[in-house]
């Protein structure tokens, strides 16, 4: 995987317009080679649909993964950082004073029916530049933009969010964890945290509304589907990922992901389909 710098990624931002808010939107597709981009914003909203491959953002809230025909919203001038793999998918960029006002402040991820996958592909036709004389354009860019706020509101079994804390102890922990999920333990997060049990809890769930045994079970999952889409075997990542049993940690992928371990892999290692 390349990991671009600073440097690296604002040359990227100005050369695909990302300078400036391109009113009233633009779109393009993504490199589908792996690439680290480095932390950045713009003043344009982005909508990033995944048809195959993965993704995952780390914002100002905590981490994001963005799974196969689903949607990630990023609201313009949001700080974020973005690993792509194997990635098939489009970008759309809108200017916020062209949008609907109902958006959410936050960076989520959302189901995508195929009505909204194909208006998100059609948004093709206007890249950077194109299409602020085009009353069609305009038309289509608030339209498009109107769906996708009434579809972020729609309640969903799966959580794609892994939460960041801001208190110090509680980060030592969670970036320990991080660094090796399947082996985080509740023993060793008391013990970089320097808290009693239950001042840990305590403080943890003040700060991600979980608990430590959910949040680290979907820090394991997250860190699954990665390994997955790096096309390891399912047995393996089971292990990796700090499940003895492989039934076990289907389950809980199943229940997460909302797919098993095998056809998520599938998803993500396997060719996409082109796309006109």
């Given at each position: 995987m390349k990991?671009?710098?600073a440097s690296e990624t604002q040359t990227i931002l100005i050369r695909n317009g990302l300078d400036e808010r391109g009113k009233p939107g633009f779109a393009f597709r993504n490199p589908s080679a792996p690439v680290f981009y480095d932390w950045h914003d713009h003043p344009c909203h982005q909508i990033t649909y995944a048809k195959c491959g993965t993704t995952q953002i780390e914002?100002?809230?905590?981490?994001h993964l963005l799974p196969t025909a689903h949607a990630l919203w990023i609201p313009a001038e949001t700080r974020h950082r973005t690993m792509i793999r194997n990635l098939d998918s489009v970008s759309v960029y809108f200017d916020p004073a062209n949008f609907p006002t109902q958006w959410t402040s936050h960076i989520q991820t959302f189901p995508v029916p195929v009505m909204?996958?194909?208006?998100?592909?059609?948004?093709?036709?206007?890249?950077a530049g194109s299409a602020e004389q085009s009353s069609i354009a305009r038309s289509f860019f608030h339209t498009l933009g109107l769906l996708c706020v009434e579809q972020m509101q729609v309640k969903t079994e799966?959580?794609?969010?892994?939460?960041?804390?801001?208190?110090?102890?509680?980060i030592r922990a969670m970036d320990a964890a991080l660094t090796d999920p399947g082996r985080a333990s509740l023993p060793l997060a008391l013990e970089l945290?320097?808290?009693?049990?239950?001042?840990?809890?305590r403080h943890f769930h003040d700060e991600t509304q979980m608990t430590w045994q959910q949040w680290i079970t979907q820090a394991r999952l997250f860190h699954a589907a990665s390994l997955l889409a790096g096309g390891l075997r399912v047995t393996d990542?089971?292990?990796?990922?700090g499940y003895a049993s492989l039934s076990a940690f289907a389950k809980a992928f199943t229940q997460q992901m909302g797919v098993s371990p095998t056809n998520y892999k599938k998803l993500q290692t396997e060719p996409c389909p082109l796309t006109t």
């Open positions: 990991t671009l710098t914002g100002p809230d905590g981490w909204i996958r194909e208006m998100l592909f059609h948004t093709l036709h206007w890249p799966q959580i794609f969010t892994l939460p960041r804390a801001t208190h110090p102890s509680i945290a320097g808290m009693s049990e239950r001042s840990f809890r990542v089971a292990n990796e990922s």
